[in-house]
């Protein structure tokens, strides 16, 4: 059983960083994609960044130039570092861990999610 586990969320003011963490378990995330999703009331669910196997990333053109992910083999953690947040960044972020290698394939395992509130 794949379990995910994320921390690092909080309340910040615009312009502010935080960096979110997803503890793996039960799984190698050197062996498949990983991604951060978000949700903001009344919107739908998106890919905010996401992590290949073979280190290739994606990101939402939201928040390109803003947030990085990186993955650290060795704790199998995933992190979402988030730099010159904005309210509109509000949303609460889950982790997901992928089917496959690649980010073009299903979640199959989600986190619980952290909230992340920008106030400006």
């Known amino acids: 059983q794949v379990q995910l586990v994320e921390s690092g969320g909080g309340s910040v003011q615009a312009g502010g960083s935080l960096r979110l963490s997803c503890v793996v378990s039960g799984s190698i995330i050197s062996g498949n994609a990983m991604g951060w999703y978000r949700q903001a009331p009344n919107k739908e669910r998106e890919l905010a960044a996401g992590?290949?196997?073979?280190?290739?990333?994606y990101y939402a053109d939201s928040v390109k130039g803003r947030f990085t992910i990186s993955r650290d083999s060795a704790k199998n953690t995933v992190y979402l570092q988030m730099d010159s947040l904005k309210p509109e960044d509000t949303a609460m972020y889950s982790c997901?861990?992928?089917?496959?290698?690649?980010?073009?394939?299903?979640?199959?395992?989600w986190g619980q999610g952290t909230q992340v509130t920008v106030s400006s």
């Open positions: 997901a861990h992928y089917r496959g290698r690649t980010y073009y394939t299903s979640p199959d395992y």
């Open positions: 992590i290949a196997s073979n280190g290739a990333t």
